[in-house]
């Protein structure tokens, strides 16, 4: 398959500048939009109250022999693969986050919630719209709702 380009449209503004995995509820972050988009590029997101963020893990690492790993390293949970997990260190350094809308001051998108540290580049951004939530029933494994429980 053939590569491909991407280019940020923004860049994560936050006091978090170390990479930890827990306790991210708490923070607050901006977004700045790049050139060339401006406001207009967020007109109307602010009628939702949550928006799906888009990064590059740009200070994760890729390495092949971790495809298969137990998440963070817990002995008691079992061997899973990448995509069985939301780890950072993976192939195409990918985050995905809902994130609350907190408001808008120009260029400037305000969220709660954002896992991603000072300066992380922005791929995209969406409204997170109820309906493309999951339908049905979910489920996931005890070791996860574990791991996630001082994530946010």
Request: with cysteine; glycine share 10%.
């Amino acid at each position: 398959m053939d590569a491909f380009e991407v280019v940020p449209v923004g860049r994560v503004v936050s006091s978090r500048v170390e990479v930890i995995d827990d306790g991210w509820d708490g923070e607050r972050a901006a977004i700045e939009l790049l050139a060339p988009f401006d406001e207009r590029a967020l007109r109307g997101l602010d009628g939702f109250s949550h928006c799906v963020v888009i990064t590059l893990l740009d200070r994760a690492v890729w390495d092949e022999a971790r495809v298969l790993r137990r998440p963070r390293g817990n002995p008691d949970w079992p061997e899973v693969g990448v995509f069985a997990q939301r780890v950072k260190d993976r192939p195409n350094r990918l985050g995905i986050t809902t994130c609350t809308v907190l408001g808008l001051t120009g260029a400037v998108l305000q969220v709660g919630g954002l896992d991603a540290v000072d300066g992380t580049p922005v791929l995209d951004i969406k409204p997170h719209l109820v309906e493309f939530g999951p339908r049905g029933e979910v489920r996931q494994p005890a070791w996860a709702t574990e791991l996630m429980r001082g994530y946010w």
